[in-house]
């Protein structure tokens, strides 16, 4: 029960590095693509939809390589993130996926929410190459979790 708590980011998002692969859908308001960075910014109301998870944010900004969309560098969901897979929702400030080391960083206020229970934390990293979890707490603060016994 509390393992597929923790292991909801690596599952949902096991897939993530295919974002340059897969197709994913993001819609927002308005599209500023910066050629000279290499960067595309997307701001107001971005939803995006890949097959194993979408996202909310209020602005995603995604940086990618000379192989252009299928050679992404970074994507990172900014100000109140929320990803949604079939039965779990973790919530955030800030979201950064970096495909390279295969790590995904949510900060800010982390929650984690499925039908077995709760974990807040300040701070998740999960290694999706080794399919890690790690709950990360200020240094005043602790993480915490709330489940359901069977």
Do not use: C
């Amino acid at each position: 029960m509390m393992l597929r708590l923790f292991a909801f980011l690596p599952l949902a998002l096991a897939a993530a590095p295919a974002f340059a692969q897969q197709r994913v859908n993001i819609t927002a308001d308005l599209l500023t693509l910066d050629e000279a960075t290499n960067t595309a910014v997307f701001t107001g109301n971005v939803v995006v939809v890949h097959p194993t998870v979408t996202v909310w944010a209020p602005k995603v900004e995604v940086t990618y390589g000379a192989g252009g969309t299928t050679d992404i560098k970074t994507f990172e969901a900014t100000d109140d993130v929320r990803l949604q897979t079939i039965d779990q929702t973790a919530t955030g400030r800030r979201a950064i996926f970096t495909p390279g080391d295969q790590l995904l960083h949510l900060t800010g206020n982390v929650v984690v929410v499925n039908d077995d229970g709760t974990v807040n934390a300040d701070e998740l990293v999960v290694n999706l190459e080794a399919n890690v979890s790690t709950f990360i707490s200020s240094q005043k603060g602790r993480v915490t979790g709330i489940f359901t016994s069977q």
